[in-house]
């Protein structure tokens, strides 16, 4: 048992890595502030993540309350938004320069990191389980390590093995990514308080579930998530993974991961949780539809309704490596010559500016989006009012933000017939209201919503839809991961529910 002050280093390295992406990861992606806040030191990392939706401020919110004589380490933390494989220099230099300042915080009696879980980086494609063994082999075997993890992690036992605890959020939109800092912070606080080490249980499924199935608010998650709360009241921590399905290495997959103080606990309820997942295997499924029947079908709700219907253009999502610049969804709405509808975030900095300097009012003529090279899309051409320029600093209120300023980069929304588009000059997902609000778009009074978004914008936009539908136009983010081209995962892992088992190819030798 550990007494008086104790030290804990706080740090964190996140990424969320879509293998197949064609949106390269950069240093300079680390280092902007846009839906991430830059690379933070020390102090910084405080005074940039103590408030909204962050499991730091999560963490030492319940550190201040419950042990306010404890001393927090603030070390570094470093994000950027989800796209291919991080550079191996740039995950070196990252994890580097987190482990010095873990070093000159020692002696610790805790580690706490703020994680993502599904990272890959060229030459450690298990990067969580690189930076949990670093941070291990530097603090050695009697410091606490525990990490907080988003759901689409792809857990790997190495991960589990240099670390002491891996507490994930429970919702998908992430709206409980605070509350998880806060039961990170208590399952560290019952380890350094009881002297204990927890027994450990992770249990891996044999099939991809596709993003835009994985939604806490439709089954079977929603039952999923239901019994896992009951199953915690026998263990320290439960948590599920269903898993980033982009990512091209073997523990690409669903996992259920238990901790308790003793190893029957732990296994009992991973195993009865890993059952209950394989048990619904076929129920991960939906309606998904091609562009054209998805804005017929809007239209057809939308006459006999004053919301507007949403509809989720799921692969183009930016969240999930998307380029968010696809022009798919908008040539359909232009084509079924589609009034009071609006489509965002664009990502596309040449039409912003363009926008900018021509001025609201003026009309000029585009080839808008379509740059990224993702199969199947091109720019659109035509001609585009420009009804509003704007700096694209917005202060995001919804459920997942909760009150965060978000950088989206200079906008505009370009009206084409009765479609506006809501174009900005940084890759953020739609998934705050506030965004359409930004570029002069009241959302409530729009027909139809097209959202370049899987599942996040549920969480702010649901209460006001007539109804939501998922569409599948061209994108980074297969709906449907059999389509992408894997080389890696486990074999014999089912490419989607029920779906066909993968074989590695045999190399020619
Ligand atoms: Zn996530």
């Not at 969320?16 to 830059?38: H, K, L, V, W």
């Not at 509003?388 to 600093?393: L, N, R, T, V």
């Not at 997902?429 to 002069?440: I, V, W």
């Amino acid at each position: 048992m550990k007494k008086g002050t104790l030290k804990i280093a706080i740090g964190g390295f996140i990424h969320e890595t879509n293998t197949f992406s064609p949106i390269p990861t950069t240093m300079a992606d680390f280092m902007n502030d846009g839906e991430c806040p830059g690379i933070l030191r020390g102090e910084e990392v405080i005074h940039r993540l103590n408030g909204g939706n962050e499991s730091v401020a999560g963490f030492l919110s319940s550190l201040y309350k419950l042990q306010p004589d404890w001393l927090p380490m603030a070390t570094l933390w470093a994000g950027a938004a989800p796209s291919a494989a991080v550079p191996r220099s740039v995950f070196e230099q990252i994890l580097e320069e987190l482990v010095t300042r873990i070093k000159d915080a020692m002696p610790l009696d805790g580690v706490y990191l703020d994680l993502h879980g599904a990272m890959f980086s060229e030459g450690y494609p298990d990067a969580e389980g690189e930076i949990l063994y670093r941070v291990r082999q530097l603090v050695g075997p009697d410091v606490a390590i525990v990490a907080s993890l988003d759901p689409h992690a792809n857990v790997s036992p190495q991960m589990v093995e240099y670390s002491d605890g891996l507490i994930a959020y429970r919702t998908y939109p992430h709206v409980d990514v605070a509350e998880t800092g806060s039961r990170a912070f208590q399952f560290l606080e019952h380890m350094l308080l009881t002297g204990s080490k927890p027994s450990k249980s992770l249990r891996q499924a044999d099939f991809l579930i596709p993003a835009v199935f994985q939604p806490t608010s439709i089954a079977p998650n929603d039952k999923i998530l239901e019994h896992m709360l009951a199953l915690e009241s026998n263990v320290l921590s439960i948590s599920y993974c269903p898993c980033f399905p982009a990512s091209d290495f073997p523990h690409c997959r669903p996992a259920v991961l238990a901790y308790a103080d003793d190893q029957e606990a732990a296994s009992c309820a991973a195993d009865t949780l890993a059952e209950l997942v394989q048990r619904h295997e076929g129920d991960f499924v939906g309606r998904l539809y091609q562009p054209g029947e998805a804005v017929a079908e809007a239209l057809r709700i939308a006459a006999d309704e004053s919301r507007p219907v949403i509809i989720a253009d799921v692969q183009d999502n930016p969240g999930a490596g998307g380029s968010s610049d696809t022009t798919g969804m908008l040539r359909t709405l232009i084509a079924a010559k589609c009034n009071d509808a609006a489509i965002g975030l664009l990502f596309d900095p040449a039409a912003a500016a363009a926008a900018h300097q021509a001025g609201e009012g003026a009309e000029i003529r585009l080839a808008l989006g379509g740059k990224s090279g993702v199969e199947g899309d091109t720019p659109l051409e035509g001609n585009f009012i420009v009804e509003k320029i704007s700096d694209g600093a917005v202060f995001a209120t919804g459920p997942i933000f909760c009150g965060v300023d978000v950088a989206l980069g200079l906008m505009a929304c370009l009206r084409i017939g009765g479609v506006r588009v809501v174009v900005s000059s940084n890759r953020v997902q739609m998934l705050d209201t506030s965004f359409f609000r930004a570029a002069g778009i009241a959302p409530e009074q729009q027909n139809i919503l097209v959202v370049k978004s899987t599942a996040h914008f549920r969480a702010d936009f649901a209460p006001l839809a007539a109804d939501i539908l998922l569409a599948a136009a061209p994108g980074a983010m297969p709906a449907d991961p059999t389509g992408l081209p894997w080389r890696n995962l486990a074999p014999g892992i089912r490419t989607r529910p029920l779906g066909p088992p993968f074989h590695p190819i045999a190399s020619i030798t």
